[in-house]
């Protein structure tokens, strides 16, 4: 939580507490005065967020109230209000404390990284609209600073399900990038590196992994695909079905009707890019193109990378292999993984999952083609194992939502080791530096 955040509940319970005295004092008048200015702190340097609505109400009407004298005069009732009134304070702090304002790791490089947007849309299959967003090298320091989100509460709307106010605090995160700066002008041409996000997410939930791989000397792209079950002609029953044999339709529907949608949206945008005169285009080695996604995203950078503009390489993050691909797959390959599903039951409880069993045996499905993939290629072929970290973790949500970070995953390590892995093989291969070498941490096992 920020630091007026935190000052505000802090003396909103002071307050709620003074309250409990009858008569007016100065110790109450200076709590109802700091209270006031401490929110108006807040507002100013900070911004409103609706996490902390109920705090803001009950902190301005009760210091109002007791710096004007005026009090309920039945004992009982102002009790009650006031009982009320700190429960309601508890419950406000507890949900910002939940979704914080949050942190995303430093950019760990001498090069800033610089942001731009783009939207185009695709009048041969009904409209459709891609909002794009791009991260490099730049050499400006910018004025505007990057934001995780534009305007969530219109563009993340229904995402998860969920309207779009609940992601309203993200508009107020900074990135540690810079908006519509300049690339740097000690690159030349940079190799173009496409992200795609998972099923449910959107085009910022790898932020930290994307400006990360910027930083390092790379155009990076990422589409979002406005996914939505409703689309593909799936249902939220289809995604929550909790059966094996369930889970396993879903993820074969998943893989065949999503994918080729998002290779043909790929497919759209890098015809666009080079063919208007969008500025970022001079600056990008279409050459030289690298795939990478995480979960459903992972599937349709492997697919691109053999369907759409041929890649240098293409790194599938936890994510399903189509089967159609096994052999087709040429390109060098990096294969991210999360715990093993051969931890025992109570390992994996441990984890956070309801259903040791389910998650196991539709874990060892989706392996099953990877290990199938990583017996035909034995030459420039990497498959890694992150032994603590879950599914989710290999997004920005543990920064995003701490209580959801996989138990005994550091989230901090965890990033490092991960963009550290994945910049080495780009490098390996995009920019043919010396050969990937297979980085050695206790945290991390080599499968292939």
Known sequence: MRLFEILLIILTVLLLLATFKKDSNRLQ?????GALLTLGLHFVLEGFRWQMALVYIISGVAAILLFANIRVKRKWLRNSLIILA???VSVSGIVSALLPVFKLPE??????????????????????KLAIKFWYPTDSPGEVKDKYA??????????????????????????????????????????????????????????????????????????????????????????????????????????ERTVPNQVEDIIYVLKEIQSNSFPLTQYIDFENIAYIGHSLGGTTSINASVSATPAKAVINMDGPVDPNMITKLKNPILYLSSYSPDL??????????????????????????????????????????????????????????????????DKQQGHRLRAEVIVNFLNAYLKEDDPFKQLEDNSLAWIK
């Open 29 to 33: 008048r200076m709590l109802s005065g």
């Open 86 to 88: 700190l429960l309601l």
């Open 150 to 255: 534009r305007n969530p509460s219109e563009s993340l709307d229904g995402l998860m399900g969920m309207p779009g106010f609940i992601f309203g605090h993200l508009g107020l995160v900074e990135t540690g990038a810079v908006e519509k700066s300049n690339v740097s002008e000690k690159t030349g041409e940079l190799p173009l590196v496409v992200y795609s996000h998972g099923g449910s997410s959107t085009n910022i939930d790898n932020t930290a992994l994307l400006q990360a791989i910027a930083a390092q000397g790379y155009m990076v792209m990422a589409i979002d695909y406005d996914f939505s079950l409703e689309y593909y002609g799936l249902t939220m029953e289809d995604a929550t079905t909790l059966t094996v044999e369930a889970q396993k339709k879903f993820i074969n529907q998943l893989v």
């Open 344 to 409: 025992s039951d109570e390992l994996l409880e441990e984890k956070g999952l309801p259903d040791a069993n389910l998650y196991r045996a539709v874990k060892k499905y989706e392996l099953e083609r990877v290990t199938q993939l990583f017996d035909i290629r034995q030459d420039d072929a990497f498959w890694l194992r992150f032994k603590h970290a879950g599914h989710i973790d290999f997004t920005d949500v543990p920064f995003m939502i701490p209580m959801m970070t996989t138990q005994g995953y």
């Open 107 to 128: 950019i760990l490089s001498d090069v800033s990284v610089g942001t731009d947007f783009l939207t185009v849309t695709d009048s041969s299959r009904g409209n459709r």
